[in-house]
């Protein structure tokens, strides 16, 4: 099955600063890429996805970069503000087959004024 | 758009009762509808898959007889947790996808604290 790990554990930046969370998969068949963040207390929120046709997607300050051959996709935070402070969770699944999504370990980023 | 609840938001009952948690999508149609629990500071594990019409596939250690799941129809599943223990205390979270995407949509969440 699918195995994803994700880094760092945990990502301290001052306001303003990029904030970058890598994850790596095993399963080759594996070609949507979610990433989930998490509030305290909350259910997961989307923020940003891509599939394996695209090597880059950006919206607005997110950005996620995937490397299909090497098998691994990156979150990209750039101007960070307090209320980017959550935890953040990348996701694995094939495509095409409403999969069950594997999950990451999860990254807790923190904002520091 | 696609936006999923789930009721109640928390919950509180003694070891030994059944408890029912609610996960609606609200301005789609589910297809299928996930179940996950997550302890603190975890990650989400997936519990079971539903698919409106037909009996829930459960992952691997998931006691299908504690965790009673019926997907009635496109907008609404159902986790019951029977014979609750305070081991079963942890933050449920449902989704759930569309008939036109693979997109996972979440839920909120529900707080089950057994004493």
């Known amino acids: 099955g699918e195995n994803v790990e994700q880094h760092p554990s945990t990502l301290s930046v001052q306001e303003g600063d990029s904030a970058v969370i890598k994850c790596t998969y095993s399963?080759?068949?594996?070609?949507?890429f979610p990433w989930y963040k998490q509030e305290l207390g909350k259910g997961p929120q989307l923020i940003i996805d891509i599939r394996s046709n695209v090597g880059e997607k950006k919206d607005q300050r997110i950005a996620v970069t995937l490397n299909k051959t090497a098998k691994h996709f990156s979150l990209h935070i750039t101007e960070t503000q307090p209320e980017d402070s959550a935890v953040y969770f990348c996701a694995a699944a094939p495509y095409g087959t409403a999969s069950k999504l594997t999950f990451g370990t999860g990254t807790r980023l923190q904002v520091t004024l | 758009g696609a936006v999923v609840s789930q009721h109640p938001s928390w919950v509180i009952c003694k070891s030994g009762t059944s408890v029912k948690i609610e996960c609606r999508s609200l301005?789609?149609?589910?297809?299928?509808m996930f179940w996950y629990r997550q302890f603190p500071k975890q990650s989400l594990m997936l519990m079971a898959t539903s698919n409106e019409g037909s009996k829930a596939t459960y992952e691997q250690g998931v006691e299908k007889d504690k965790f009673l799941i019926n997907h009635a129809s496109l907008t609404l599943s159902t986790l019951t947790v029977t014979s609750a223990h305070p081991e079963d205390s942890s933050f449920y979270i449902c989704?759930?996808?569309?008939?036109?995407?693979?997109?996972?949509?979440f839920g909120p969440g529900t707080r089950l604290t057994v004493l």
């Open positions: 301005d789609f149609q589910a297809t299928t």
């Open positions: 399963d080759s068949a594996s070609n949507y």
């Open positions: 989704s759930a996808i569309g008939q036109l995407t693979d997109t996972q949509y």
